[in-house]
C-alpha cells in the first residue's frame, strides 16, 4: 500500500529482514546454485522437446469431466461470485470511509493476491466467477446477441496490451497513490474498471475479457501452473509445466509478466531505507519518484527479458522479435515464487482480518457471516525460520520451473547448434532476477 496507509494494511509485504533470520548471503548463493545446476542437467538429460499441447496430459475421470463441464457448476459459481460481489459492493457504497471496512481488504487482499492460491489450485478460478462476465452474459440474452460476441472481432494486434495497462493501473494505485486505501479512490477505480470491461466486451465479445481484463488475464496466467487444463472441450490433467506449454503467445504478454513481476520487486524497493531516504528528502510529493521507479522497474524486467531471448539465433520459421513473447511463460513460475515469497505473511493475516471484517460490512456489529469473533492466527510470524525459509524456496523453485519451461522451449523452437548457446543470455537473466529479488526481499 501507500505510504500513508496505516493499520495492517501499509505493512502488507512483511518481507523485511526482521523475519528472514537467515543470511541473506547464504540464501542468494543456495538459490543461484540451484539455477545453475538445474540449467547444467538440463543441458545434459533434457535434448528433445517433451511438452505438446495437442498431446500432453492425460483426460480427467468421466465423472469429473461432466461435473467441471456441466452448466449447473458454471451457473452455481456466477450466482456465487455475483452475490459475493453484490454483498462486497454494498460495504463499498454504503460502508464507513474507514480501514476496517471489508472492500478494501477484498479488493488488496482476497482478490489481487487470493486469485493466485486460487487458480493454482482450481485453474482459470476468475473467468468462472467474474462479475463481469456475468453481467455481459445477462446483457447478451437481453438483447439477443449471440454469447461471447460483440459487435466487432478483437484486434489481433492488441493481444494482451490492454490487460497490461489495466494491471499497470492497479499497481500505480496499490504502491503510489497517497490515497490507496480512501475509500472514494478504490471505489472510483472499480466503477472506472467495471465501465470499461462493460464496453468493451460489447464491442468486441468476451475476447475483450480474456485479453484485457487485468484480473482475468493474471489469474489466467497462474491457472497454467495448476493441473487443469482442457483439449478439444475435454478436461485433462497434466502436469504445471506441461499447462504451462500451453499458453499462447500473443502481443503485450511481455509487458505483462513485466508488470506484473517488476511491480512486486519496487513494492520491496520502495521500503528500502536507501530509497526512502531519497524520497524524504525531497520538498515534493513523493508520487513522481514511486511512478518513474515503478516505470523503471517494470519496463527494466520487460527489457531485460527482450534483450535475453533476442540474443541468438533463430531458424527462418520463428521471427527473432516473436522471441520475447514465446519465452515469457517462462516467467510466469518466477512471477508466483516472488508473490508467494512477498505477500505470504500478508494475505493468511489480514486475509483473516478481512473475513473477520466480512460479516460486518457496514461496521455496525452485525454479524451476518457468523465470523466476526473469529481471532487472527499470527503463527507464521510467530516462527520466522519456517518463513524465511519458505521464501527463499519460494523464489528459488520459481526459477528452477522458469529454466526448465524455457529450455524446453528452446529446444523446440531453436536451431540446434543454438539450443544450449542461446538460452545463456535467458540463464544470466534470471541469475540477476534471483540476486536482485532476493537482495530486495532481504532489504526491504
Given at each position: ?391 527463499v524456496v519460494a523464489v528459488a523453485l520459481g526459477h528452477v520451473v522458469g529454466v526448465v519451461a524455457a529450455h524446453d522451449r528452446a529446444v523446440k523452437l531453436l536451431p540446434r547448434r543454438h539450443q544450449l548457446t542461446g538460452q545463456l543470455p535467458l540463464l544470466v537473466a534470471m541469475v540477476g532476477f534471483t540476486v536482485g529479488g532476493l537482495y530486495l526481499l532481504f532489504a526491504a
Open positions: 500500500m501507500s505510504p500513508g496507509a496505516g493499520g495492517a494494511i501499509s505493512a502488507h509485504g512483511l518481507g523485511g529482514a526482521k523475519d528472514l533470520p537467515i543470511p541473506s548471503e547464504l540464501a542468494i548463493a543456495g538459490a543461484v546454485a540451484a539455477l545453475v545446476i538445474s540449467f547444467t542437467v538440463l543441458a545434459v538429460a533434457w535434448r528433445e522437446p517433451r511438452y505438446d499441447a495437442a498431446t500432453s496430459g492425460r483426460p480427467a475421470p468421466a465423472w469429473l469431466d461432466r461435473l467441471v463441464s456441466s452448466r449447473a457448476l458454471a451457473v452455481a459459481a456466477r450466482v456465487l461470485g455475483m452475490a459475493f460481489f453484490l454483498y462486497v459492493g454494498a460495504a463499498a457504497v454504503f460502508g464507513k470511509d474507514s480501514l476496517i471496512n471489508p472492500f478494501l481488504g477484498t479488493f488488496y487482499v482476497l482478490l489481487w493476491v487470493g486469485l493466485v492460491p486460487a487458480s493454482l489450485l482450481f485453474g482459470e478460478f476468475f473467468k468462472a466467477v467474474s462479475p463481469v462476465r456475468t453481467i455481459a452474459m445477462l446483457f447478451a440474452r437481453v438483447s439477443g446477441v449471440p454469447e461471447g460476441q460483440g459487435l466487432y472481432a478483437y484486434p489481433a494486434r492488441l493481444g494482451y496490451w490492454p490487460a497490461a495497462a489495466g494491471l499497470f493501473a492497479f499497481v500505480w494505485l496499490e504502491l503510489v497513490y497517497p490515497a490507496s486505501t480512501d475509500l472514494g479512490p478504490v471505489r472510483l477505480w472499480v466503477a472506472a474498471y467495471l465501465g470499461i470491461m462493460l464496453i468493451g466486451s460489447a464491442v468486441w465479445g468476451t475476447t475483450f475479457l480474456a485479453r484485457a481484463d487485468p484480473f482475468e488475464v493474471y489469474s489466467s496466467l497462474v491457472a497454467k501452473l495448476s493441473v487443469w487444463g482442457r483439449r478439444n472441450g475435454t478436461v485433462v490433467i497434466r502436469s504445471p509445466l506441461a499447462n504451462l506449454d500451453t499458453l499462447v503467445a500473443r502481443p503485450g504478454l511481455v509487458a505483462v509478466v513485466g508488470i506484473l513481476f517488476g511491480s512486486t520487486a519496487f513494492d520491496s524497493f520502495r521500503e528500502s531505507s536507501p530509497w526512502l531516504k531519497l524520497v524524504q528528502s525531497m520538498s515534493s510529493s513523493r508520487v513522481l519518484p514511486d511512478t518513474l521507479a515503478l516505470v523503471c522497474f517494470s519496463a527494466g524486467v520487460a527489457l531485460v527479458l527482450t534483450l535475453a531471448t533476442m540474443a541468438t539465433g533463430v531458424t527462418s520459421e520463428t521471427p527473432r522479435r516473436a522471441l520475447p513473447d514465446l519465452f515469457a511463460h517462462s516467467v510466469v513460475p518466477i512471477i508466483v515464487g516472488y508473490i508467494v515469497a512477498h505477500y505470504l505473511t500478508y494475505f493468511v493475516e489480514y486475509g483473516q482480518q478481512t473475513l473477520i471484517q466480512l460479516s460486518d460490512p457496514f461496521s455496525r456489529g452485525d454479524d451476518y457471516l457468523g465470523t466476526a469473533d473469529l481471532q487472527i492466527n499470527y503463527w507464521l510470524s510467530m516462527h520466522p525460520t519456517f518463513l524465511a525459509v519458505t521464501k
